[in-house]
């Protein structure tokens, strides 16, 4: 089984400030490991992923994750966090040993509230 | 949301009468997916296609069927409409490789329905 987890319902930052979304798995085998953005009244978007390789992932608007495979966490980084970074962020994972089914699970999002 | 759109885009309905929803997509995408998100339970997957005519369950799938008799359309339908489905709908894609679906999706803009 496979499962996503994100501590934070919500996350305050400074403008000009680095942010940190959490997000830990659970799955049997290796992981596939994705986060998306969501703006208000839009569908999903999608921001980077882990497949294999360099622990270190970057992706769409400044943003980086961190793969750590000891703490099974796929924490989503940005070094310096705009007001217009203001989201609901989603983590999801995909166990690619699980079969034919291919079905991410995604977290529960994490509201990002950048502060001006 | 480029190449994937959902209709209505808001549907206000009453209890007990039957509502569909379309997804359509302009990508030739074999995946095609339908999530409904609501506060507090983050994404969850309703049903999914792999192909024409060929669809499967998610985890909620009560009370929902879906028909897919083209590559881009899937369509999603309550039979009978009740309260507790009172959401946000988002229609997802993914390609296909040699080995299943590629492994990030691309969602639409959402439909919003109301069942009063």
């Known amino acids: 089984a496979q499962s996503v987890a994100q501590p934070e319902d919500q996350v305050n930052v400074a403008e000009g400030n680095p942010l940190t979304v959490k997000c830990t798995y659970s799955?049997?085998?290796?992981?596939?490991l994705f986060w998306y953005v969501q703006y208000p009244n839009r569908g999903l978007q999608f921001l980077l992923k882990?497949?294999?390789?360099?622990?270190l992932v970057k992706g769409s608007y400044g943003f980086e994750a961190e793969f750590n495979k000891s703490q099974t966490s796929f924490h989503l980084k940005k070094p310096s966090a705009l007001v217009s970074d203001s989201a609901l962020y989603f983590c999801?994972?995909?166990?690619?040993?699980?079969?034919?089914?291919?079905?991410?699970?995604f977290g529960r999002g994490t509201s990002l509230i950048v502060h001006p | 949301d480029a190449g994937i759109t959902q209709s209505p885009r808001h549907k206000v309905t009453e209890t007990g009468t039957p509502v569909t929803l379309r997804c359509h997509q302009t990508?030739?995408?074999?995946?095609m997916y339908w999530y409904r998100q609501d506060p507090g339970h983050g994404l969850r997957l309703i049903h999914y296609?792999?192909?024409?005519?060929?669809?499967d369950k998610g985890e909620v799938s009560d009370g929902y069927s879906v028909s897919r008799s083209k590559t881009e359309d899937f369509l999603l339908t309550l039979e009978s409409a009740t309260s507790s489905q009172t959401s946000v709908y988002f229609c997802?894609?993914?390609?296909?490789?040699?080995?299943?679906?590629?492994?990030?999706?691309?969602f639409g803009p959402g439909t919003r329905l109301t069942v009063t």
């Open positions: 997802a894609i993914s390609e296909s490789t040699l080995t299943g679906p590629n492994p990030e999706q691309y």
């Open positions: 799955v049997s085998g290796n992981p596939y």
């Open positions: 882990y497949i294999t390789g360099d622990n």
């Open positions: 999801a994972v995909r166990d690619p040993s699980s079969g034919g089914s291919y079905i991410p699970t």
């Open positions: 990508e030739n995408h074999r995946y």
């Open positions: 296609s792999y192909g024409v005519k060929d669809t």
